[in-house]
């Protein structure tokens, strides 16, 4: 009696190579499959970009940094691309038109690509308040790579956190074109995970994504890197020498 077995192209990219399991014998020949395991590394050898989007105040920046130190806590290689601080250094001199508020996005988005596609992890807290450009940086980053992260807060939760007081000269006319005041926020349609930080602290809502991580292959559940040796420090040396150039 003839068996007759049958795998899509898709079953085998998330079922085994995204998962680092062997491909069945029957699938091909086992020099092939060494070489598509190695095209292919399994999700938690792969680069990956978390990217935060919310209003000024919702809390991306201190959940990012939490974040950040979990993940180094693990063995991880972490770059943090904080919206302000990329604005200060490698956006210097654009100002808060939407074509300046674009092009400082695309400039963290396409830093955040490199890294990632050099196998490292890039986590960026940005307003990012267009969803165009946000969708034009998932493409630049590449689907599989990028977890979008929309920190849900309440505008008035925000204005009440405005240490700075940047809102109350918003609503004053002391400052155009703020998010959230006279310049919108588009909400995310679908992003992969909506974080609320009302009830729930930025250290829990940090660990909760860790849980997502390890839940979708990105991390191993055992706490180690499964990253080879060096790795990550020749993608994030990598990415620095392209900067730089």
């Known amino acids: 009696e ?20 062997l491909l069945p014998e029957w699938f091909t020949r086992p020099e092939t499959a060494e070489i598509l395991q190695k095209m292919y590394p399994p999700r938690h050898e792969q680069g990956l970009c978390l990217w935060f989007t919310g209003l000024s105040g919702s809390g991306k920046s201190t959940t990012a940094e939490i974040l950040t130190s979990l993940l180094l806590e693990r063995g991880r290689q972490v770059t943090l691309l904080d919206g302000d601080v ?25 830093v955040a690509g490199e890294i990632a596609r ?12 267009y969803r165009t450009t946000r969708n034009e940086v998932r493409k630049m980053v590449g689907e599989e790579r990028f977890i979008e992260v929309f920190v849900d807060t309440p505008i008035e939760v925000c204005e009440e956190r405005d240490v700075k007081g940047l809102y109350a000269r918003a609503r004053r006319g002391q400052i155009k074109g703020f998010t959230g005041v ?42 180690s890197n499964g990253r080879n040796d060096n790795q990550e420090d020749v993608a994030s040396s990598e990415v620095a020498e392209q900067v730089e150039d």
């Open 2 to 21: 003839t068996k007759i077995f049958s795998i899509s192209g898709t079953q085998v990219r998330d079922d085994y190579l995204a998962k680092g399991e």
């Open 86 to 110: 990329v604005r200060t250094h490698l956006s210097k001199g654009l100002g808060f038109s939407r074509e300046d508020r674009d092009t400082n996005i695309l400039r963290i988005g396409f």
């Open 118 to 129: 050099q196998g490292g992890i890039v986590i960026a807290a940005a307003i990012s308040p």
């Open 182 to 223: 006279d310049d919108p926020y588009e909400v995310p349609v679908d992003p992969e995970i909506t974080l609320h930080t009302v009830e729930i602290s930025s250290e829990t809502n940090a660990r909760g994504i860790i849980d997502y991580l390890e839940e979708g292959g990105y991390l191993l559940p055992d706490g």
